[in-house]
């Protein structure tokens, strides 16, 4: 049997969810996704995305393009991988309402379990990052995710055992991912500008060293990267300080040309939803309060 499972951003990823572009609808109004994209570039840019998540031995369940759902490409605000299965989210978005349903249906018809749905307010997946195992944080900025549903989420995190700290952050952005993102056990990218003295101090307490970036960088998404493991990880390309200086560090940097996603506020951490993650030495713990 399938262990369907992830306790943070950074183990070895084996299964992941994502979806194409399709052409943007002409009777929905584009919000964060720009009309003016150019969907053949899109496509290929999705598809070179897809070879280097396979091309590293990661299982990619694509999901079927569906016209009604133009940001569903976003895999990752429709739900989180937990150690117990998967947090369903609730979008903000009307256009985007139905993404999370579709998503449920996928894993369940799959095998891969749920633990649990937001219930109140709202709340996205790029506000929810686990930073290792068995501590967890989320952004909210009344806009995308908002404070009531990151304090019912963050007390069900807490009821498996979890230290889980909720991060606010201006308007001006989208989702937490865009300005912290975790690249391993002790690594982290973070627009220090932006976010508050003491959750910078929070995240150094929690053993990180923080790659900070300018505040006027936020747009380039330098934040945004998804780790495959094993110090590999996938980053705008556009990035290039930061991604020479993770290099130097020893990671393996797989640098993708996103900038039709990247226009939209979109970048690596969003166009994935892990379903399955190598568990870490505390995953017993986990499972067993589940």
Not at 94 to 116: S, Y
Not at 205 to 219: C, D, I, S
Request: charged residues 20%; negative net charge.
């Amino acid at each position: 049997m399938t262990c369907w499972y992830a306790d943070s951003e950074y183990a070895p990823l084996q299964d992941v969810i994502i979806a194409p572009p399709i052409p943007f609808p002409s009777h929905l109004n584009p919000q964060y996704i720009a009309a003016s994209s150019n969907y053949e570039r899109a496509l290929i840019q999705h598809q070179q995305f897809l070879a280097a998540l396979t091309s590293r031995g990661v299982q990619c369940h694509v999901l079927d393009p569906d016209p009604d759902l133009p940001y569903q490409t976003y895999t990752r605000d429709s739900g989180v991988m937990t150690p117990w299965g998967l947090l369903i989210t609730r979008m903000a978005f009307p256009a985007r309402r139905q993404e999370p349903d579709r998503i449920e249906a996928f894993a369940k018809a799959r095998g891969v379990p749920i633990w649990t749905r937001v219930d109140t307010g709202f709340l996205e997946g790029g506000d929810v990052l686990l930073l290792s195992a068995g501590v967890a944080a989320i952004g909210h900025n009344e806009g995308r995710t908002t404070q009531d549903a990151a304090n019912e989420i963050s007390s069900r995190f807490r009821k498996m055992g979890w230290e889980c700290r909720i991060i606010s952050y201006p308007a001006e952005f989208i989702h937490l991912d865009q300005i912290l993102g975790i690249v391993d056990a002790t690594n982290c990218i973070v627009c220090d500008q932006i976010l508050k003295d003491e959750d910078i101090a929070w995240l150094r307490g929690q053993g990180f060293e923080l790659h900070t970036v300018p505040k006027g960088n936020w747009r380039d998404l330098p934040c945004n990267v998804v780790s495959l493991g094993n110090k590999t990880i996938v980053t705008v390309d556009r990035n290039r300080d930061l991604n020479q200086k993770l290099s130097q560090k020893g990671f393996d940097v797989i640098a993708l040309q996103l900038d039709e996603y990247v226009r939209d506020f979109g970048g690596p951490h969003c166009l994935t939803l892990p379903i399955r993650r190598v568990p870490s030495a505390k995953a017993e713990d986990s499972i067993a309060k589940a």
